[in-house]
């Protein structure tokens, strides 16, 4: 079965503190595995996926498959990194769905 | 992004009734999907198309039905069989292996 965990539902930092968001997931098979952010009032966008190793908005996500984790990091957060915060994971074939985690909601205080 | 477009942004439903939400998508893509967004319980998957005239049952298909006559539109039908309807809801579509892009969604709400 596919499943996402996220296993905090809010995380509080302070401006300029690292973030570190977890995610794991149970997936039989090699996922592709992705991180969505929803800002207030927009709609849900893709912030990284494991395949681009990218760096977007200053964010980091290594895919570690002994752990089967996920987990979504930044070295100093900032006030508009507050948003609602997604893992999900997708079949290795083409079209199949998402299956998101439950989110966390990161609030940034100044 | 901005090729997805849902309606309703909101609407209010009476209990009993069937309503529509509308997605329409003009970025040529392939697959599309609705899901469910309730707080704390994430995403969950209603139901999903891969290709014109066929579709899927997500993990919460029971009290919806949806259509696919056209690529670029994936209507979803929220049924008087739906218990507890009230909810937001997110269209989204891909290419074949490409990232799943989301519409701005819709809210219902049972009156």
């Known amino acids: 079965a596919q499943r996402v965990t996220q296993p905090e539902k809010l995380l509080s930092v302070f401006k300029g503190a690292p973030v570190e968001l977890k995610c794991n997931y149970s997936?039989?098979?090699?996922?592709?595995l992705f991180w969505y952010v929803q800002y207030s009032r927009q709609r849900l966008q893709l912030l990284l996926r494991?395949?681009s190793r990218e760096s977007i908005k200053g964010f980091t996500a290594d895919l570690n498959k002994g752990e089967t984790s996920f987990h979504l990091k930044k070295p100093f957060a900032q006030e508009e990194d507050s948003a609602m915060y997604y893992c999900?994971?997708?079949?290795?074939?083409?079209?199949?769905?998402?299956?998101f985690g439950k989110g966390t909601r990161l609030s940034v205080i100044a | 992004d901005g090729g997805i477009t849902q309606s309703p942004k909101y609407l209010f439903r009476k209990e009993g009734q069937n309503v529509t939400l509308s997605c329409e998508q003009n970025?040529?893509?392939?697959?599309m999907y609705w899901y469910r967004q309730d707080p704390g319980q994430g995403l969950r998957l209603i139901y999903y198309?891969?290709?014109?005239?066929?579709?899927q049952k997500g993990d919460i298909a029971e009290g919806y039905s949806v259509s696919r006559e056209k690529k670029e539109s994936f209507p979803l039908t929220v049924t008087s069989a739906q218990k507890n309807p009230t909810a937001f809801y997110l269209c989204?579509?891909?290419?074949?292996?490409?990232?799943?892009?989301f519409g701005e969604g819709s809210w219902l709400t049972v009156v």
């Open positions: 989204a579509s891909s290419l074949y292996g490409h990232t799943i892009y």
């Open positions: 997936y039989s098979g090699s996922p592709e």
């Open positions: 494991h395949i």
């Open positions: 999900a994971l997708r079949g290795s074939s083409g079209n199949t769905p998402l299956v």
């Open positions: 970025l040529n893509h392939d697959a």
């Open positions: 198309s891969q290709i014109v005239n066929d579709f």
